[in-house]
């Protein structure tokens, strides 16, 4: 009977962020099938561990686990391919302020040529993109899910919309 209770704590705490944790494996993984499997041994590691589990925000911790599987099975299913280099200096170059006629033309960019401009991003970037935007995460939670400092994440995130940006108006150009 302890097995069965248990089973039905870790569903009922857990099962409300299938959606979220199954997005960010899709995200990450840039495949259905693969992001299947990876939140299903997510969830299985979720549930070896819940006991370990002592309160807090469930979300963050589970989806903590998500990208922690999702980073060991493409380090063990894929080539090196899922990072890239940063370098501070040449990334550097923000836009300055004011209506930028680009961010008018991105609102008009449909579903798909979004997608494929998320999916192009470095990893650091659309993952801290997809956090955000997409989860609805705050600054901090996203930092205690990736480990990295809040200013850590503020600059992905303002790097990621910035590469996104780039890479919907080149894709915006090409359609006119």
């Not at 899709?26 to 979720?46: H, I, M, S």
């Not at 469930?58 to 980073?71: A, E, F, K, P």
């Not at 650091?124 to 939670?141: D, N, P, W």
């Amino acid at each position: 009977m302890p097995d069965t209770a248990r089973r039905e704590r870790f569903e009922q705490a857990v099962l409300p962020h299938l959606d979220a944790a199954y997005s960010l494996a899709r995200w990450l993984t840039r495949n259905d099938q693969d992001a299947q499997d990876v939140t299903q041994e997510a969830f299985l590691r979720a549930f070896r561990f819940f006991d370990g589990y002592h309160g807090g925000n469930m979300r963050s911790w589970l989806l903590t686990i998500v990208r922690n599987t999702c980073y060991t099975w493409l380090h063990q299913n894929r080539q090196s391919d899922t990072t890239e280099l940063f370098n501070e200096e040449i990334h550097s170059s923000e836009s300055a302020g004011g209506i930028d006629p680009e961010n008018q033309a991105l609102s008009n960019v449909d579903k798909e040529t979004l997608h494929r401009a998320i999916e192009e991003l470095p990893q650091v970037f659309r993952e801290a993109l997809v956090l955000r935007e997409i989860e609805g995460m705050s600054y901090k939670e996203i930092a205690d899910v990736t480990s990295v400092s809040l200013g850590t994440v503020m600059s992905r995130l303002a790097r990621a919309r910035s590469r996104l940006r780039q890479s919907l108006s080149v894709s915006l150009g090409k359609e006119h």
